[in-house]
């Protein structure tokens, strides 16, 4: 294939291929809409139309489609061809700029959460220029936003430009009170970590929990698991190592600046993590990237997991959200910088950070709400569902001296009042990574560690662009016109750590004495699955704050409220309806099969000799009795417990019933079924078992 560097982004219809397809004019017109959000000229549009068209036919392409990310938290996309008739019977290639700009997919089918009615069908694409397009198989994708006919988003690609915007606006507001005029935009920057988990394909196939539900319902843990510590970063294995240099190579061609990959700590776990870019081309690259994951995993007969906990015993997958803020002049807003003057102003933005994460950890913790991550937080293998900020010794002391008016021991003993002259000089990376935080500061951005692997990271950096934006607000709100800038800054400065220094948390965010002194002694929130957390995206100082930057309406709100909830239900109603499937037909048949065997054996014996007891195989034959019994009533009381929700009477009072109810009755039907596979033997057993598929892949 040749060197990275000559096919890197050779599927993308990026800068440089607009540089060299488009005329001067069009291009400069087209870089304003992208840089400036100047809006696009019709013209421009079918002038790039044109030129798009004929760089994707050049590469083997002959349909477009409007790519778009729905509210099912996966993509979506309906194919056109190229083609049109010409007059002598044949077929000539085209593609306008309306078709560019506007698409009309049928959104009947997609979660409204109420934004339409069922017979409302027609819904529309939008062109999002900020991102570029690119093909994929034989097909030009264009990314796209996805409203209904009414205007409401049914998407998560809108909000998303909106909070950046938002965020945008307000920190342009602060950064001319600093006196930096040749700053145009400001926009936030994400790296998203992606782990996953590989098993062998023939295996995966033989168990429907994974087809059905992506995570194994049933499974005894085997005799080693990731106890000796040997898979994190051990040698990948050659089959490992195949998918994985494939993989690279999908996903440079598309532009995706995948860096990292090593193995994760569990048995069959691994990570892969890109540099990071900007918000948006960042969430359509992590949609795209956890797509090819599974196509390529196909291809070595493989099957990627993106569940957050496909397996029990072991860690859980995860995605962990670098975020930073920056300017189109290329200053890192959350890099401590050289000079004491950019000092400060890193410190207001990290004082907007750090306001923004305690008025808004309900949103944060929200943003993560899923019902495979409800497996995974608290699990002391990811962060806890209390969240919380690390900053490091270095910039509590900072922070410690400035909240006191005391000197700073790390510098001269000079008091900490903001002015140019006395702010003190400190550096990042001077202390360890926590990586128990669920929001952690890691020397010029922060780890959002609580996103769960198959989430759409669009979701947190939505909440935590426009948490931050609103802190911005407050600060310019009162910092624009003050008499002395400097000591209105130091107060203001002050005051946020004052009253959020409740959110910092250096320690072991693992600890149990932690959570009780992060909910009993701070009044920190300790939302532990999605039905306690859900309701409080509709808590009227959500919706004040979310609606005043224009980042949702109420309706829209509403909608993601009811879409969470319904996801949350229908996938632990799955889950359930699986279990009883697979208890019923496979396990407790298998069971029941080895119990008459070893019955027939003890028969035997007796009939050699009259005088041989059978102990065992009568002990073990008791005990196999007992739990397809135990087995069977269980999968009765679930199966009363799902039939219960029909009584609910609306989607928040059918999730608190799957919560303490459905939830309670899979968990007692689990321990019975691994229980029972424990005492049988293996070749009765209809299905691989944990160490079959933690260790089958050489």
Not at 166 to 188: E, P, S
Not at 204 to 209: H, M
Not at 298 to 320: Q, R, T, Y
């Amino acid at each position: 294939m040749g060197s990275v560097a000559n096919y890197f982004g050779s599927l993308v219809f990026d800068d440089r291929v607009m540089k060299a397809s488009l005329s001067a004019e069009v291009y400069r017109s087209l870089k304003k809409t992208i840089d400036e959000g100047v809006p696009l000229d019709l013209s421009v549009a079918n002038a790039v139309a044109g030129a798009m068209k004929e760089w994707a036919v050049a590469h083997g392409a002959t349909h477009y489609t409007h790519w778009f990310q729905p509210l099912t938290g996966i993509t979506a996309e309906k194919h056109d061809s190229f083609i049109a008739p010409s007059p002598d019977g044949g077929v000539i290639m085209e593609f306008s700029g309306k078709e560019l700009i506007k698409g009309e997919p049928d959104a009947s089918s997609f979660p409204s959460g109420g934004l339409r009615a069922t017979f409302e069908a027609r819904g529309y694409t939008a062109w999002d220029p900020t991102s570029y397009a690119f093909i994929k198989g034989k097909t030009l994708c264009i990314p796209t936003a996805f409203c209904s006919y009414g205007g409401e988003a049914l998407d998560k690609k809108t909000p998303l430009l909106r909070s950046m915007e938002a965020l945008n606006k307000q920190a342009l507001r602060i950064l001319r009170l600093f006196g930096n005029d040749d700053v145009k935009c400001v926009r936030t920057s994400v790296g998203p970590e992606q782990e996953y988990f590989l098993v062998d394909k023939a295996m995966y196939e033989q168990r429907r929990d994974l087809r059905f539900t992506g995570r194994t319902l049933f499974g005894a843990r085997p005799p080693k698991g990731q106890e000796m510590d040997d898979h994190y970063f051990g040698v990948i294995k050659p089959r490992v190592a195949a998918y994985m240099e494939e993989l690279n190579d999908e996903l440079w061609k598309l532009g995706i600046l995948a860096k990292t990959e090593h193995n994760e700590v569990a048995p069959a776990q691994h990570e892969l993590a890109p540099i990071y870019t900007t918000t948006n081309i960042a969430t359509d690259h992590n949609q795209l990237t956890m797509e090819i994951m599974q196509k390529v995993a196909a291809k070595h007969d493989l099957v990627c997991l993106l569940h957050e906990k496909p397996f029990a015993g072991v860690n859980g997958s995860g995605k962990h959200n670098n975020w930073s803020i920056s300017t189109d002049t290329g200053v890192n807003l959350l890099s401590p910088g050289e000079t004491p003057y950019e000092n400060a102003q890193f410190l207001l933005f990290l004082c907007a950070v750090i306001k923004a994460v305690d008025d808004y950890q309900d949103l944060l913790r929200i943003s993560v709400a899923s019902a495979g991550n409800d497996h995974r937080l608290g699990a002391n293998e990811a962060p806890p569902a209390v969240v919380s900020m690390f900053l490091g010794d270095e910039l509590n002391a900072v922070l410690a001296a400035i909240e006191n008016d005391t000197p700073y021991s790390g510098a001269a003993k000079t008091q900490m009042k903001l002015g140019v002259d006395v702010l003190p000089k400190f550096h990042r990376d001077t202390t360890d990574r926590n990586r128990t935080s669920p929001f952690a500061f890691t020397g010029n951005k922060f780890e959002f560690r609580m996103l769960g692997s198959s989430n759409s990271i669009a979701c947190a950096n939505i909440m935590l662009n426009s948490a931050v934006a609103e802190s911005l607000k407050v600060y310019a709100d009162r910092l624009e016109n003050v008499e002395d800038f400097d000591t209105a800054l130091h107060d203001m400065i002050r005051k946020t750590i004052k009253d959020h220094k409740k959110i910092i948390f250096n320690g072991n965010g693992y600890d149990d004495e932690w959570i009780k002194e992060a909910t009993e002694q701070r009044g920190l929130l300790n939302y532990r699955t999605t039905p306690d957390c859900v309701p409080h995206l509709l808590d009227k100082k959500n919706v004040a704050m979310l609606t005043a930057h224009g980042v949702f309406s109420e309706a829209e709100l509403h909608s993601r409220y009811e879409i969470t909830l319904e996801n949350y239900c229908k996938s632990v109603i799955i889950e359930a309806n699986t279990m009883v499937d697979m208890a019923r037909t496979e396990i407790a048949p298998a069971v029941e099969a080895y119990a008459m065997d070893i019955a027939n054996t003890a028969e035997a014996k007796k009939a050699l000799d009259s005088n041989i007891t059978c102990g065992y195989e009568c002990k073990l034959v008791k005990k196999l009795s007992a739990l397809t019994d135990r087995i069977a009533i269980n999968t009765e009381e679930l199966e009363e417990a799902l039939l219960a929700l029909d009584d609910a009477d609306d989607i928040a009072a059918k999730s608190y019933a799957i919560r303490d109810n459905v939830l309670t009755k899979m968990s007692e039907l689990r321990l019975a079924c691994d229980e029972a596979e424990t005492a049988t033997a293996r070749k009765y057993w209809p299905f691989p078992t944990y160490g079959d598929l933690l260790f089958g892949v050489k």
